[in-house]
């Protein structure tokens, strides 16, 4: 008999089961257990022993699930370190790196069983035989280009793809052609296409790839890349937006590739990177697979799958947990913009960055890691600062591009001289009626979505707050409703003030919805779109803002966030950013930072090709240390001044921050239990421990919240922080009257 420790998808220890033989599971094998009197769970054999351990009664391994082992070697030691540094089970590691390839657990043996996973398949595009030869298309589009030219342009499209394919049946795949969905339904019930939906096939395509030909600089950073990699070192990629840092990533993929190695591509977030997903598909067809968390939990499975059979060579482009996919020789991992916040995951455990995993993965597996950005985050400048990682820098944009001219506009003073109307100052409405005139495209950043961001009795001076939150509620015009941000709660909005009964509700502020319909009074003949998480519920409404917007149908783009990323508009030149003012005063030590990285990657939006673009920044603090780096586009001076900052505060990067959460419904109960716990925290980390405070949220989905936070100083020992703090954890829950009280652990939050 054997025995095997198995990992379960539960904040709970490993346990062991006896493994009777005959089964043949091995380590790294999905496998069914009965946990508890009527439970049963898929698990993971972590390891497996001769050894006889002194429990009584050890269950049995039920059954093994799946012909090849899931977890490899190497991903192993990932889940590992990644529990251990970001204190949190392999159980709750399990829960997030293995899609639903199985249920996690039922009361019945029969309900958890293989998924059986059909091989995915995809829809393949080709014109109708009697438009297949050259002639015969040439003749209809000859005959129908006046009147249906969109139309003639499509079948184009079609036939261009077909032929730099050589598809010999005609047919392509749907993905690679940019167009509508509502356009191949015309084309379809014209009878000018056919449609087939064919199993995808890795084709054996060869290393041939077309990779761009690069310019002297960007050569010369290749270079310095490779030997980086000679030296087993981490590459810090810094070139500024526009100066091609993807043709030097598509370069290294190639190499990667051609060796019969896996290449991981990390993004942070995947509908937005949609035109560079696009490029990679054309070059290395065939190879790329994406990973998200929107494709259905049968796609992820089925990727992971295949994956975990693969004979090597695949590209794999993903959002944060693609780390956790079966590579099975991972020869390169990129981490593009690797100082964007969505690498961390901070909702549940583990609360991994997949940027610094990706690090620790280029060791497991002997990987090249490349980190690139615009912007680098502070940490990973720290790093190549004190030649941990190479640096290697791009200052210019590729081929003619120049930077943008940056504006800084003072909105108290054109208040002051009559020069604004409602939001705008007239230094930006100069400017797009400039841009409108020339018939180039605007693109507006504003960092709150919803009409107003919250409404206030101008009588009383009371606003409406989340019961639930305790956060203002926004007001969403179109639905006449007001919402709260963190739960998503919502409310009609009120004509009276509920608490003071009088009739002056006013807005306050204002979000993207307002900022377009006062841009559109103030432009009546203009065009103006809105991109942000209300205008863009599915990704086809995304693509389709997106696609406007490209197509030159839409003259002003208002947008969030979500406006400022990866990007490649040809016809922007004028990008105004309406409030600056509410990006760096936001409570958060990183605030400064965060600000510089957001308004240079919207100003990367200006003038990409050609002209020269122009970047007009409103605030009401024109001497701001930060707009002052956004006007000079200077990032070392930026860089050098935080971290003074920081290392005066003992913040990272010359710190690790762990932020500890307590909640419970009770608010006395947790006030006590969060004083409480300080205090043992302080008996062993003294001075470095802070709070315990109300968190920025107080209340959340009916729950009080606290927190603690700790900052360990660089160079200090994390393994022994992290033991201390699981005994003071220990010692606080072994409290009965705490029992009911709820912990989370943030580390690096
Ligand atoms: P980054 O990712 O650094 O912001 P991109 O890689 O998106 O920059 O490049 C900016 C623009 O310049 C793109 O339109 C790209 O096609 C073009 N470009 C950059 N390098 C080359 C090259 N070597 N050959 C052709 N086009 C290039
Ligand atoms: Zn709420």
Redesign the pocket.
């Known amino acids: 008999m054997l025995y095997a420790q198995v990992v379960l998808p539960l904040a709970q220890p490993m346990y062991t089961f006896s493994l009777n033989e005959g089964l043949g599971a091995q380590v790294g094998d999905a496998v069914v257990v009965q946990f508890g009197s009527s439970r049963f769970y898929t698990g993971i054999v972590w390891s497996i022993t001769e050894e006889k351990p002194d429990y009584p009664r050890l269950k049995p391994i039920l059954k093994k699930l799946y012909s090849t082992p899931l977890i490899t070697p190497a991903m192993q030691r990932l889940w590992e370190w990644i529990a251990e540094y970001y204190m949190c089970t392999l159980g709750e590691v399990m829960r997030v790196a293995l899609p639903s390839l199985a249920k996690p657990s039922a009361t019945s043996l029969s309900d958890l069983d293989e998924r059986s996973i059909e091989p995915p398949t995809e829809r393949y595009i080709a014109l109708t035989n009697e438009l297949r030869t050259e002639e015969a298309l040439a003749e209809y589009v000859a005959k129908h280009s006046r009147r249906a030219p969109r139309r003639c342009e499509n079948l184009d499209t079609i036939a261009a793809l077909a032929m730099e394919r050589n598809a010999e049946d005609g047919f392509v795949p749907r993905r690679l052609l940019s167009i509508d969905n509502d356009d191949l339904i015309t084309l379809r019930k014209k009878s000018l296409i056919r449609t087939e939906e064919r199993v995808v096939q890795r084709v054996e395509s060869s290393s041939e790839f077309l990779t761009?030909?690069?310019?002297e600089a960007?050569n010369i950073a290749l270079n310095k890349i490779r030997e980086a990699h000679e030296n087993e070192k981490v590459t810090l990629l810094h070139?500024?937006?526009?100066?091609?840092?993807?043709?030097i990533y598509i370069h290294l993929i190639a190499e990667t590739l051609a060796q019969g190695r896996d290449v991981l591509m990390l993004v942070p977030e995947i509908v937005i990177t949609s035109q560079?997903v696009e490029r990679l598909e054309h070059i290395f067809d065939g190879r790329t697979t994406t990973y998200h968390s929107r494709l259905t939990a049968l796609r992820r499975g089925q990727t992971f799958l295949r994956l975990a059979s693969s004979s090597g060579g695949e590209l794999i482009v993903g959002v944060r947990s693609a780390i956790f996919l079966p590579a099975k020789n991972l020869g390169l991992i990129i981490v593009?913009e690797e100082h964007d916040g969505n690498y961390k995951q901070s909702d549940l455990a583990p609360r991994y960055n997949a940027r610094d995993c990706a690090v620790v993965m280029g060791r497991i597996y002997g990987a090249n890691v490349v980190l690139?950005s615009?912007t680098p985050s502070l940490e990973s400048y720290m790093n190549s600062l004190a030649e941990k990682y190479a640096y290697v820098e791009?200052t210019e944009?590729?081929?003619e591009?120049v930077l943008p001219e940056v504006v800084v506009s003072d909105t108290i003073r054109a208040v002051k001289r009559g020069e604004r109307k409602t939001h705008f100052n007239f230094d930006l409405l100069n400017d797009i009626s400039r841009t409108l005139a020339a018939k180039e495209q605007v693109m507006l950043f504003q960092n709150r979505r919803g009409y107003s961001p919250y409404i206030q009795c101008r009588t009383c001076g009371y606003s409406p707050r989340c019961p639930h939150c305790n956060v203002t509620l926004t007001q969403h015009k179109a639905s006449s409703r007001m919402e709260c941000h963190y739960c998503g709660y919502t409310m009609p909005t009120p004509s009276v003030c509920p608490n003071c009964d009088i009739q002056d509700m006013a807005l306050m502020g204002f979000g993207t919805e307002k900022a377009v319909e006062e841009i559109a009074r103030l432009y009546p003949e203009a065009r103006v779109d809105r991109l942000d998480s209300d205008t863009s519920t599915s990704e086809r409404a995304f693509k389709q803002i997106v696609h406007n917007f490209e197509a030159g149908e839409t003259d002003i783009l208002v947008g969030t966030q979500i406006i400022t990323k990866g990007f490649?508009f040809k016809g922007v030149s004028t990008v105004g950013i309406l409030n600056a003012d509410n990006l760096f005063s936001v409570p958060d030590f990183r605030a400064s930072e965060r600000a510089f990285q957001l308004m240079m990657q919207v100003a990367?939006r200006a003038g990409?090709?050609n002209d020269r673009g122009r970047v007009v920044i409103q605030t009401s603090q024109p001497k701001h240390p930060v707009i002052t780096y956004v006007a000079t586009g200077d990032y070392h001076a930026m860089a050098h001044k935080e971290l003074e900052e920081r290392r005066a505060f003992g913040y990272p990067p010359y710190s690790h921050l762990i932020r500890i959460m307590l909640r419970h419904a009770d608010y006395e109960l947790l006030r006590h239990a969060a004083h409480h716990f300080a205090t043992l925290m302080r008996k062993k980390f003294g001075s470095r421990v802070m709070g315990p405070v109300s968190s920025a949220l107080e209340m959340l989905r009916g729950e009080h919240r606290a927190e603690i936070m700790i900052k360990i100083e660089s160079g200090a020992s994390m393994q022994r922080a992290r033991k201390m703090m699981r005994e003071a954890m220990a010692d606080h829950s072994a409290k009965e009257e705490f029992k009911g009280v709820k912990i989370t652990i943030d580390v690096d939050a």
Request: glycine share 26%.
């Open positions: 761009p030909t690069l310019s960007q070139g500024v937006t526009g100066s091609g840092k993807t043709e560079l593009d690139g615009a791009l944009r590729w081929g591009g490649d990367g990409r090709h």
